[in-house]
């Protein structure tokens, strides 16, 4: 957490920014992400996971294509690492957001390739959200995601709840399939 504040306060501020926590009950979840995107449209993100049995960071580079009717779109290509067998891979990566009247959508795909290490090929939907803007604070809604390794499938779906404020919001979603998840989300947007 040290080196996240760290990383804001020297790299130069050019045009937006957002910090993310997310947590889960008994720390079987962990999440830490900083994305910062430039005015000529590159983007950086740099996350880390953690979940029993694995520790990942990702460190990513991006381009934000021109937004079309409420729709953003931002590739990424993304090196790993997890502390765990010193595993090491690339991802293909994608960061949608759209937007339009009180409908909000987002979502997180990536293809993962490794490169050493023991864990095999994966895709990932994180957090495929959509919500309705009940009031100027308050989202409701619904989020999906999944992982797929092989021919094996781990859906996930459930509600969500976010809370809006003037720094970005607080969300809580409770998703179940394959499992149970719940999550305890934080989101600053810091814009320049």
Same mark, same amino acid.
Request: charged share 25%; hydrophobic share 45%.
């Given at each position: ?13 050019? !045009?937006?920014? $957002?910090?993310?926590?997310? *947590?889960?009950?008994? @720390?079987?979840?962990? +999440? /830490? ?59 293909? !990566?994608?960061? $949608?957001?759209?937007?339009? *009247?009180?409908?909000? @959508?987002?979502?997180? +795909? /990536? ?59 607080? !969300? ?6 394959? *499992? ?13």
């Amino acid at each position: 957490m040290k080196y996240l504040m760290l990383t804001l306060a020297i790299f130069p501020v050019f !045009a937006d920014e $957002l910090v993310e926590f997310r *947590g889960a009950p008994n @720390a079987s979840y962990r +999440y /830490a992400d900083w994305s910062h995107s430039f005015k000529n449209k590159l983007a950086t993100d740099m996350y880390y996971v953690g979940v029993p049995g694995n520790n990942e960071a990702d460190a990513c580079v991006g381009y934000s294509l021109p937004a079309f009717k409420g729709l953003s779109a931002t590739p990424f290509f993304c090196g790993l690492a997890a502390k765990e067998d010193r595993e090491l891979g690339v991802k293909a !990566a994608a960061v $949608l957001a759209w937007e339009k *009247g009180k409908f909000k @959508a987002d979502a997180y +795909y /990536a293809h993962f390739v490794p490169l050493r290490g023991s864990i095999k090929a994966y895709d990932l939907l994180d957090a495929g959200n959509a919500t309705y803007s009940a009031t100027k604070r308050w989202e409701v809604g619904a989020s999906v995601g999944f992982f797929r390794q092989d021919r094996s499938w781990n859906p996930l779906a459930g509600p969500l709840v976010r809370r809006n404020d003037k720094t970005g919001f607080w !969300a809580v979603s409770f998703r179940t399939g394959a *499992g149970n998840e719940l999550r305890f989300i934080r989101v600053f947007n810091i814009r320049r």
